[in-house]
């Protein structure tokens, strides 16, 4: 089964943070991003406050593993809708955490390269 560019880019982009350095993760990034930052509990909005926010925090991190499943592409007009289910586990300051989160990106075309525009992940609770 072929993988769409729209969902490909969403797994590429937690690829590559998953190798945490951040100056690729976000070329990913149109530069109007908006992002859920779950940590802080609250919206990044534009390249500029993500890479601000989330530049020091990827420093922090030891190890990530995202996977990244359940895949599922709707598109509407120049803008992709892509679901999907992210399962990430990390270190992050000496504590390993494991999420489950549903996952929601908005993906279009930047000047013929398609660019992230919104990722919204909102982890379940843990059990």
């Known amino acids: 089964m072929t993988t769409s560019p729209q969902a490909q880019i969403v797994i590429d ?21 908006t992002i859920v930052d779950e940590i802080s509990k609250k919206w990044l909005r534009g390249k500029d406050a993500a890479i601000a926010t989330w530049t020091p925090l990827i420093g922090l991190f030891q ?3 995202s996977v990244v499943s359940d895949i599922h592409v709707d598109n509407a007009g120049d803008i992709s809708i892509v679901t999907c289910m992210l399962d990430q586990t990390y270190v ?18 930047d000047n013929g390269v398609l660019k992230i525009i ?3 992940t909102i982890p379940f609770p843990e059990d």
Do not use: N, W
């Open 13 to 33: 982009a937690f690829a590559t943070f998953d190798r945490l350095q951040p100056e690729p993760f976000f070329e990913f990034f149109s530069d109007d991003v």
């Open 63 to 65: 190890s990530s593993k």
């Open 92 to 109: 992050l300051d000496g504590q390993t955490a494991t999420i489950t989160a549903p996952t929601t990106c908005l993906v279009r075309k």
């Open 118 to 120: 919104l990722v919204h």
